[in-house]
């Protein structure tokens, strides 16, 4: 259904008007399943971001609302996620002291700005910029990013104190600390971890065993976390392990985030101006990925600009809420999914949900261990990491694996950003490396069809006289020259040559410097006796050619199709070739 008028740009306009009792309970029972599941992920999010566990509480009320009034996914879910909270604490931990009143206001900052340049981009119809992170690229970046979380981790699973922002230096750190651990935190951790990993593949086939049905089964493993989260806490107090060296998230505020506006310094805004354009690019990439995988499940569509201007409303919610940049995540997304969600209006019930944990729940997590909350994390973004998929890449394409690779050699040597800038960069240059090199096939008629094949490839028939030639890129200033000196070389090997085609099937654009180069080739042609034709030009090329002097100074003609060309320049072989008969040129 298409939206018209004001609901075009506030969707829940549009299907606020159809909601009904039954919709409301879907979405209530998915609610309730998600808050479960974002509680101790936003508490461990927060806690890898470098921020106070409650700030990820913060990021995970308002910006759910804000994104169900803005939005246009069905079941997406908003919140911290374990890639934003890396770039939040990359970029954060270079103007601030991580976890210091100064960082939580940069935080909230960075989402401030993050959310202004969502909306920008998408008032501005821009998203398309978001087309430069290609899939090889955001896949090794999601899965460099996966092992440097899970490392950075470790050291709360270890309790000792390790720092750094790439894996060589979390991981030299670690070493030289592991003398240090704390055999209780390592024993919470480890087992927390081990449970973790057990839940999600090994707790509902165990409870359907039980006779549990799926769907409770289902639930009740999604609630393993929660578990996880109860039993820690249990463990510390029964046995004062806060007082045997285990850190403790400690006391965490109670009640709904300060609503105000973060006032930082116009130096700090401008340093940040480059982290934040590159989380609302992750984020959103990230996030529009998972609203249309889920939409397309059920037959549904989202609108893409419109989703920037719904992330960029949430983000501009966290950060008026005390947050840290948030975005689509796909574990909860499609969590929500199953559990029934039809609209945005579920997100807005786990606000609430998280609302009430915040005001009631938090003296509750005095005790819970920092490990546990790693484990959480370690066991969440371990699951992200594919690296399978650079040799699906190698397999498939050396072009895609190239930037595959060095995204995750640069993100783990050299820290996210980098990763980021060098894929991108490396991708580009590959395409206008491919571009600058087009590819040109010479080809021949099938014998007993009217179609035009690579004489390379299949058995084909052709004439000395006519040189048919199939270009299958567009034409423009990075391959003008290479074709015309295709053109020119293969025409200097055929003495008897008379005429030759180029056959415009896959040419969709010919800019201002290809048409120099056909002009120039024309003429060169024209020089040796040799007339250039055209076959198959799309509508909107020959409009273009039409409106320059190139049509009319043709040598040749312009022939709808390749058969009709080769009918015109070389009838006999060509009757010859359509019956199957073998005729020599």
Not at 466 to 493: C, H, M, P, W, Y
């Amino acid at each position: 259904m298409t939206r018209t008028g004001l609901s075009r740009y506030v969707p829940i306009l549009d299907w606020g008007r159809r909601y009904d009792t039954r919709t409301f309970t879907s979405d209530l029972v998915a609610a309730a399943i998600v808050t479960i599941m974002l509680i101790p992920q936003s508490l461990a999010y927060a806690l890898l971001a470098g921020l106070p566990p409650v700030v990820g509480l913060y990021a995970s009320i308002l910006p759910l609302v804000a994104y169900a009034v803005f939005g246009t996914s069905r079941a997406l879910a908003v919140g911290p996620v374990a890639v934003v909270s890396l770039l939040t604490a990359a970029a954060l931990s270079e103007v601030a002291t991580p976890g210091s009143a100064e960082y939580v206001v940069a935080a909230a900052a960075l989402a401030l700005m993050s959310g202004a340049m969502l909306i920008a981009l998408g008032i501005f119809r821009l998203g398309f910029i978001a087309n430069l992170l290609s899939h090889p690229v955001i896949s090794g970046f999601i899965t460099a990013s996966g092992l440097i979380i899970a490392a950075s981790q470790l050291k709360h699973l270890l309790g000792v104190s390790a720092g750094g922002h790439t894996l060589l230096e979390v991981g030299t750190a670690l070493v030289a600390a592991l003398p240090q651990t704390n055999p209780w935190t390592l024993a919470i951790g480890a087992s927390a971890t081990a449970f973790l990993f057990w839940v999600r593949s090994g707790l509902k086939p165990a409870l359907r065993r039980l006779g549990l049905s799926d769907y409770a089964a289902g639930l009740v493993a999604r609630a393993g976390p929660v578990i996880a989260v109860a039993a820690s806490i249990l463990s510390v107090v029964v046995l004062s392990l806060d007082e045997k060296g285990v850190a403790i998230v400690g006391d965490v505020p109670a009640g709904l985030p300060p609503l105000a506006l973060p006032v930082v310094e116009t130096s700090l805004l401008v340093s940040l101006i480059a982290p934040a354009l590159l989380i609302s690019v992750i984020g959103f990439v990230e996030s529009v990925s998972v609203a249309q995988t889920l939409a397309a499940k059920r037959r549904q569509s989202i609108v893409p600009n419109q989703e920037l201007i719904g992330l960029g409303a949430a983000n501009v919610a966290s950060a008026f809420s005390g947050g840290y940049p948030v975005t689509g995540g796909f574990a909860r997304s499609v969590v929500n999914f199953d559990a029934g969600a039809e609209t945005p209006a579920a997100g807005a019930f786990t606000a609430i949900g998280i609302a009430l944990a915040s005001l009631f729940l938090t003296p509750l997590l005095h005790y819970l261990p920092i490990a546990t909350l790693a484990a959480t994390i370690v066991v969440a973004v371990l699951s992200l990491v594919d690296l399978g998929a650079l040799k699906r890449a190698w397999t498939y394409s050396r072009h895609d694996f190239a930037p595959m690779l060095a995204t995750i050699l640069v993100t783990l040597g050299f820290g996210v950003e980098a990763g980021i800038l060098t894929g991108v960069a490396l991708s580009i240059a590959l395409l206008l490396w491919r571009t600058s090199r087009p590819h040109i096939a010479i080809v021949g008629q099938v014998p007993g069809t009217e179609h035009f094949r690579n004489v390379k490839r299949h058995r084909v028939v052709t004439d000395e006289r006519v040189l048919s030639l199939r270009i299958d890129e567009s034409l423009n200033f990075a391959n003008a020259r290479a074709t015309e000196e295709f053109v020119l070389e293969e025409v200097a090997g055929r003495p008897a040559l008379a005429h030759v085609v180029l056959q415009c099937t896959a040419i969709n654009e010919i800019d201002m410097s290809a048409l120099e180069s056909l002009e120039l080739i024309m003429h060169r042609l024209e020089a040796q006796g040799i007339a250039l034709h055209l076959s198959e030009v799309k509508g909107p090329v020959m409009d273009r050619l039409a409106r320059s002097h190139f049509v009319e100074h043709l040598t040749g003609a312009v022939y709808l199709t390749q058969h009709q060309a080769m009918s015109a320049l070389s009838p006999a072989l060509t009757r010859a070739a359509t019956r199957g008969e073998s005729v020599a040129a």
